[in-house]
Structure formats: structure tokens, C-alpha cells
């Protein structure tokens, strides 16, 4: 959405003329979150540009409950079996986290262990992912 609106705004700053502009939220059913947005704008008096855009409500590695209008970060695709994962593990809960999960600072330093190798030598050991970051 942010470069539409800002094509809006520099025109009408530079130019100091008029542009219609028009957004629409689509919701599905009772989703108190919107789908996407319709973008329609014109330039009023030069007729500089004309668009009429559609917006998913989508963010790269993040997951939304548009009913709900809840969302988290999405469970990580690994490339391969063999990817190398740099995480910190609580020994305790036998969880693994990412390095900048809000878990890892109320983790205990006892409990704390940080982790590289793969997913299938982390599952051997018996861990699961966190429930805050996804690193999996």
C-alpha cells in the first residue's frame, strides 16, 4: 500500500493540485480482520495518473486469523534436511528457540543452551518448537 500512497502525497505536494482517492477494505463474512484493500486514486486537474490497485493483507512470514485478527510468525520452510539452525535451547522444557525470542530473556541461564545443527538431531534430542517464535 505504502508506494501508492506515497505517489498520492508527492503529487499533491509537488503540484498542489487535487486527487481523488478511494480505499475499500474486503472483509469475508464476519472477519473482523479485511482481506485486502481496493486503492482508486486520479489526479484531478493535470491527470498525472490514474490507478485502481489491489492490496492483499498478506506479510511475508507472518500467519493472520483474519477472523480473529490475531497473527504470529509462520512455522519456518527449511530448505533442506541438512540446513544448519542456529537456535537456544531451554533444557528444561526441552524447547528451541529463535535468538531473538522474547523466551530467551526469561529463560534462566541454567536452563539456556545455544544450539547448531540440524532439525532432525534436535528432534532426536526430544525438542519441540517454541510456541512464540516458530523457529520451525
Not at 477494505?25 to 485502481?52: H, Q
Not at 542456529?86 to 528444561?92: G, I, M, P
Amino acid at each position: 500500500m505504502l508506494p501508492f500512497e506515497n505517489q498520492v502525497a508527492d503529487h499533491i505536494r509537488e503540484s498542489g493540485n487535487h486527487v481523488l482517492y478511494r480505499v475499500t477494505p474486503y472483509f469475508e463474512g464476519d472477519e473482523l480482520l479485511a482481506r485486502g484493500v481496493l486503492i482508486e486514486a486520479e489526479a484531478v486537474e493535470d491527470k498525472e495518473f490514474r490507478f485502481c490497485v489491489w492490496c492483499y493483507n498478506v506479510q511475508p512470514g507472518i500467519e493472520i486469523d483474519y477472523a480473529t485478527g490475531e497473527s504470529w510468525i509462520a512455522e519456518r520452510v527449511l530448505d533442506s534436511e541438512d540446513e544448519i539452525l542456529e537456535l537456544v535451547l531451554n533444557k528444561n522444557t526441552k524447547r528451541a528457540h529463535r535468538p531473538d525470542c522474547p523466551s530467551v530473556e526469561e529463560m534462566k541461564e541454567k536452563n539456556r543452551e545455544y544450539y547448531s545443527g540440524t532439525l532432525q538431531e534436535l528432534k532426536e534430542r526430544g525438542y519441540t518448537a517454541c510456541g512464540r517464535c516458530h523457529p520451525f
